[in-house]
Structure formats: C-alpha cells, structure tokens
C-alpha cells in the first residue's frame, strides 16, 4: 500500500470526526444535540447541505429516536452513524442492546461527558462505561489525531464479516471534543478507498433475500445467540490490529490494542484511559530524569477487553495503578480495575495493584497529581503498604 499524502489542520477534535464522517460518506446520519457533542452533527450536515456528501442527514426528536432511525437504517443495509454524549446515551440505553443483538455495526462518536446527577456538562467516562456491557466495540482516542484515525478504523472494524458489531468511538468532552490541535487528514478519496465499499448494501431488509431482523427468540436459542454475538466481539481483536496494520502502512500512524510508553523496563506503572494519557507521559517523563523507572499503558480497545495482552506486556512490572474516570459503585474499584484485576488473576498474583478514582465531573488532572500516584506505588514497593482503594484529588 502506498503511504497517502496528508493535509495538516488545526481543528477541534468534533470538527476532525465530523470531517471523518463526511469523508467515509455514509448511507444514514441520525442525531439529536447534546452538549459536547452537538458539534459533531453540526458540521457534519453543513457538509450535506453543501453537497460534500451525500448522506441522508435525519434530524430527529431525542436520542432513543436517533437510534432508533439508526438501527432501521443499519437494518435496512446501509452505512450509519451518529454522535452523542452522556445523558443522551443513556436514553440510547435499550437500543444500544438492541443494535448489538441484531448485528448492525453503527459507529458512534462519543464524546465522552458525566453522568447526571450532579448536572454536569464536563467530562469523565462514566457515560461509555456505563455502557461497556451493552455488546458495543469500544475504541478510546488520546488526542484529537486519535480520534479521527479512530473513527476510521471503526467503520471498517465494525462491518468485517467475523465482527458485525457496533462500535463507539470515546473522546473526551471539551478536552479532546473542543481543544484545537493539528491533525493530519487524508483526502476524502483515500479514506472512502481505504473503508471499501458498503457490502451490506445488499444484504439488509432491502438486500434481495427475504430476512428478519430482531425476531422474537424465547428459552429454544436465546443463549446461542448471546454467544454469537459475543464471538463478534471477542473476533473484534483480531480485526483490530489487522485494520490498524493497513492505516499504518496508508498514514505512518501505528496502533494496537493499546500503547505501551517507557514500559521495557519499568518497576511501576499506571494504565489509564484518554486524554489524561498524555498527561501520565509527561508524569513519567518527569520521574525517568529522576532516576525512577516508571511506565504507562494507554488503554485503546476497552471492549473486547485486551486481558491476555495486558498480562503479558505488565509480567515484569511490580506495581500498578490503575486510573478509572468513572466510579463503578461497587466498592470495588472503578470499571478498568476490575477488568484489569479479572485479567491477571493467577497469572500477575505477585504485583502490587492499586484503583484510583480520578477526574470525575472533569476534575483537572495535573503532571503533580499522577507523579503522586507514582510516589505512592514507589512508596508500596519500598515499604509494602499501601491502601488499595483510592480517591485522587478530593476533599473528604
């Protein structure tokens, strides 16, 4: 494959993913506004009002409804996208499940913004991880770079044949969604070349088979289902990596599962999330001139979750911490605490693991405040005490 040319701009992270969308020119764009989102659809439809794309562009009456239209769209056999955020995805809630159990592989900008209550318009994970058992791939993006590649890859993840499963593409709100960054784009003919063709133009309602979509399925296959559904997903890593190999060779921009930074040889680690990763860099950075040697994992692929892979790049490190911007209730640490436990259990028993709750209500999160999360898995290291759940920043 040969190397695309590139242009460089300096857009928000909602223009660059509104640009994506427009490029991959799909069949249906369904969309309610929510803030930080709702720049996504503005954009975009400027592009369909302008004659860029030429995308069916379905303004619609609230979040359930922009699904909704999504699914019968997908169902149908076409292309399909939409962007929200937070409580809108929440109204999303059962056709979220419904979209994942009937295979229809929408992507969905997501930019990532906090729960209600408290009313809260700023950002922190806990709308996504609210959603990572509802059968959706979830792809996380850094920089506003990430999450135009990302959103990319997603259309071409989601339609493979052995995954069929819709996808969100996470960014977080104002930080990533509204911060202006240069970003490489790639013309609109090389990214419609490198997602292919809509093969399910075909194979939908409208394809020239006789189908159902979402039958009613009692105690006779509704487990049989559920495992092939999972199979989607789980296949999903797999593609992951063959789809990021072939944008590697278009753009020079490689990805993976994750991202390993200064791991090689690190003592203590932390695994974090988004665009608080940066920030965790320059954490290390710091502590590597002092001598200590300490390491990140970026976390792109949160579902299917990467257990296996994360084990295997974290057997020589001694203590971890993992930064959860979402807040679980369980008591028990946040969401990427728990999957990251249930990964190294009996493989990893000898590490040091620590759950810190982080930035929620987009709570800064300063250089200072993770090199104290280090400080603390240096200071377990040397003492072997430690308080194994945290809070990070709060006032109790």
Same mark, same amino acid.
């Not at 249906?28 to 659809?41: D, G, L, R």
């Not at 499963?165 to 930080?175: A, H, W």
């Not at 300490?294 to 790049?313: C, D, H, N, S, Y």
């Not at 759950?355 to 003492?383: H, K």
């Given at each position: 494959?040969?190397?695309?040319?590139?242009?460089r701009?300096s857009?928000s992270?909602?223009?660059a $993913?509104?640009?994506?969308?427009?490029?991959?020119?799909p069949?249906?764009v &369904?969309?309610?506004?929510?803030?930080?989102s709702?720049?996504?659809?503005?954009?975009?439809?400027?592009?369909?009002?302008n #004659?860029?794309c030429?995308?069916?562009f379905v303004?619609?009456e609230?979040?359930?409804?922009?699904?909704?239209?999504?699914i %019968?769209?997908?169902?149908a056999?076409?292309?399909?996208?939409?962007a929200?955020s937070?409580? %809108?995805?929440?109204l999303?809630?059962?056709?979220?499940h419904?979209?994942?159990g009937?295979?229809?592989p929408?992507? $969905?900008a997501?930019?990532?913004r906090?729960?209600?209550?408290?009313?809260?318009?700023?950002?922190?994970?806990?709308d996504?991880?609210?959603?990572?058992?509802?059968?959706?791939?979830?792809?996380?993006?850094?920089?506003?770079q990430?999450a135009?590649?990302?959103?990319?890859?997603?259309?071409?993840? &989601?339609?493979?044949e052995?995954?069929?499963i819709?996808?969100?593409?996470?960014?977080?709100?104002?930080i990533?969604?509204?911060?202006v !960054?240069?970003?490489?784009?790639?013309?609109? !003919?090389?990214?419609?070349d490198f997602?292919?063709?809509? +093969?399910r133009?075909?194979?939908?309602?409208?394809?020239?088979k006789?189908?159902?979509?979402?039958?009613? $399925? =009692?105690?006779?296959?509704?487990?049989e289902?559920?495992?092939?559904?999972l199979?989607g997903?789980l296949?999903?890593k797999?593609?992951?990596?063959?789809?990021? +190999?072939?944008?590697e060779? =278009?753009t020079?921009? /490689?990805?993976g =599962?994750?991202e390993e930074?200064?791991?090689?040889?690190?003592?203590i680690a932390m695994?974090?999330? #988004?665009?608080?990763?940066?920030?965790?860099? +320059?954490?290390?950075d710091?502590?590597?001139e002092?001598?200590i040697k300490? %390491?990140?994992?970026k976390i792109?692929?949160?579902?299917p979750f990467p257990?296996?892979?994360?084990? !295997? $790049?974290? /057997?020589?490190?001694?203590?971890?911490?993992?930064m959860?911007?979402a807040?679980?209730?369980?008591?028990?640490?946040?969401p990427?605490?728990?999957?990251?436990? &249930?990964s190294l259990?009996?493989?990893?028993?000898? /590490?040091?693991?620590i759950?810190?709750?982080?930035?929620l209500?987009?709570r800064d999160?300063?250089v200072?405040?993770?090199e104290?999360?280090?400080?603390?898995?240096?200071?377990?290291?040397d003492t072997?005490?430690?308080?194994?759940?945290?809070?990070l920043s709060?006032r109790?």
């Amino acid at each position: 494959m040969v190397k695309a040319e590139q242009l460089r701009r300096s857009l928000s992270g909602n223009e660059a $993913v509104a640009i994506a969308m427009m490029q991959i020119n799909p069949d249906v764009v &369904a969309a309610f506004p929510i803030t930080p989102s709702t720049e996504v659809p503005q954009y975009f439809s400027s592009f369909v009002a302008n #004659g860029k794309c030429t995308t069916k562009f379905v303004p619609v009456e609230s979040e359930h409804s922009a699904m909704s239209a999504c699914i %019968g769209a997908s169902a149908a056999g076409g292309r399909v996208m939409t962007a929200t955020s937070a409580n %809108g995805l929440a109204l999303m809630w059962e056709m979220l499940h419904i979209a994942a159990g009937d295979r229809c592989p929408i992507v $969905v900008a997501l930019v990532n913004r906090s729960m209600s209550p408290p009313l809260n318009i700023h950002n922190d994970h806990s709308d996504s991880m609210g959603a990572r058992d509802t059968g959706w791939i979830q792809l996380y993006s850094e920089n506003v770079q990430e999450a135009y590649d990302n959103f990319i890859q997603g259309v071409k993840i &989601a339609e493979n044949e052995e995954v069929m499963i819709p996808t969100m593409v996470c960014y977080d709100g104002f930080i990533t969604s509204h911060s202006v !960054e240069n970003v490489f784009l790639m013309e609109n !003919e090389v990214v419609r070349d490198f997602v292919g063709p809509n +093969k399910r133009a075909n194979s939908g309602l409208l394809g020239d088979k006789n189908i159902a979509m979402g039958p009613m $399925v =009692l105690t006779n296959f509704s487990i049989e289902m559920k495992r092939q559904q999972l199979q989607g997903v789980l296949n999903a890593k797999e593609v992951t990596l063959k789809v990021a +190999k072939e944008y590697e060779e =278009l753009t020079g921009r /490689k990805y993976g =599962l994750f991202e390993e930074y200064r791991l090689d040889d690190a003592d203590i680690a932390m695994i974090i999330i #988004g665009s608080s990763a940066g920030t965790a860099k +320059k954490a290390a950075d710091d502590l590597r001139e002092k001598g200590i040697k300490a %390491g990140v994992l970026k976390i792109r692929l949160f579902r299917p979750f990467p257990g296996e892979e994360i084990a !295997e $790049v974290l /057997k020589n490190v001694k203590a971890i911490a993992v930064m959860d911007k979402a807040e679980g209730m369980s008591g028990n640490g946040g969401p990427l605490f728990t999957d990251t436990c &249930a990964s190294l259990y009996g493989k990893l028993n000898d /590490k040091i693991l620590i759950s810190y709750i982080y930035g929620l209500g987009g709570r800064d999160v300063r250089v200072e405040d993770l090199e104290e999360v280090y400080d603390v898995l240096q200071n377990a290291l040397d003492t072997g005490n430690y308080k194994k759940y945290n809070y990070l920043s709060v006032r109790e």
